[in-house]
């Protein structure tokens, strides 16, 4: 069908690479091309005779497993939420934490009316929207400073654990809810850091379907 959308192509591609992760279909490469075939998994995602079949499930990350897991805020001084909603994070790990100075960062009347979400950013908005916030973050933080960065990660090619199809999952929720918005490979978040002015990215750790990324001058 004709389309006046650029990046249709891609955007269809990243369906059939969800459903490789969940061994749907099967995945290999061409000499140019990635190639999908169907899968004996297939069957289950197909109404059968009684008009029956297999729904995806989601599971989504817990913020208080990651403050558990995660130690990279025991030196912090001060630290700023981006898009802190009501500051339900921004309580949790103050509270565990009370020598940090906490600053709730959001729209005003996000702060008085919106109900708290979990703050997983960068994945609602495209490359370019991206850039511009974490510039600003960039020139926010001081030399000894970090940028504390919590998405999912997707591998390069599909795999069929169980983080890869929740993160497949959410990549397409994503493209279908929000203009540009996607999940991203630790190669397309080192993009993102370097282009901003970020010497590189540490992954601290990998908890709940999610990493938790410190970005650092």
């Known amino acids: 069908m004709p389309t006046n959308n650029p990046d249709v192509a891609m955007m269809l591609d990243r369906i059939p690479k969800m459903m490789a992760s969940h061994s749907v279909v099967a995945n290999e490469f061409g000499s140019f091309q990635r190639l999908y075939t169907l899968s004996p998994v297939s069957k289950h995602f197909v109404r059968?005779?009684?008009?029956?079949?297999?729904a995806p499930m989601i599971a989504l990350p817990h913020d208080k497993h990651i403050i558990k897991s995660y130690k990279g805020f025991e030196q912090l001084r001060q630290l700023v939420?981006?898009?802190?909603?009501?500051?339900?994070?921004?309580?949790?790990?103050?509270?565990?934490?009370?020598?940090?100075?906490?600053?709730?960062?959001?729209?005003?009347?996000?702060?008085?009316?919106?109900?708290?979400?979990?703050?997983?950013?960068?994945?609602?908005?495209?490359?370019?929207?991206?850039?511009?916030?974490?510039?600003?973050?960039?020139?926010?933080?001081?030399?000894?400073?970090?940028?504390i960065v919590v998405e999912a990660v997707l591998p390069i090619t599909p795999k069929i654990s169980s983080s890869t199809k929740s993160t497949s999952q959410m990549d397409l929720i994503m493209m279908t809810q929000t203009p540009a918005g996607k999940?991203?490979?630790?190669?397309?978040?080192?993009?993102?850091?370097?282009?901003?002015?970020?010497?590189g990215i540490r992954y601290e750790c990998f908890i709940c379907n999610v990493c938790v990324m410190e970005f650092f001058k």
């Open 183 to 199: 999940e991203r490979t630790q190669q397309e978040f080192m993009a993102l850091a370097t282009k901003v002015g970020f010497s």
């Open 48 to 54: 059968n005779e009684d008009g029956v079949s297999l």
């Open 81 to 147: 939420d981006v898009g802190g909603s009501l500051g339900v994070n921004l309580n949790l790990i103050t509270s565990k934490y009370p020598h940090i100075k906490g600053i709730n960062f959001d729209l005003h009347h996000v702060i008085q009316h919106a109900p708290p979400y979990p703050v997983y950013i960068l994945h609602d908005w495209d490359d370019e929207h991206c850039l511009k916030l974490l510039k600003n973050c960039y020139n926010a933080t001081p030399h000894d400073g970090k940028v």
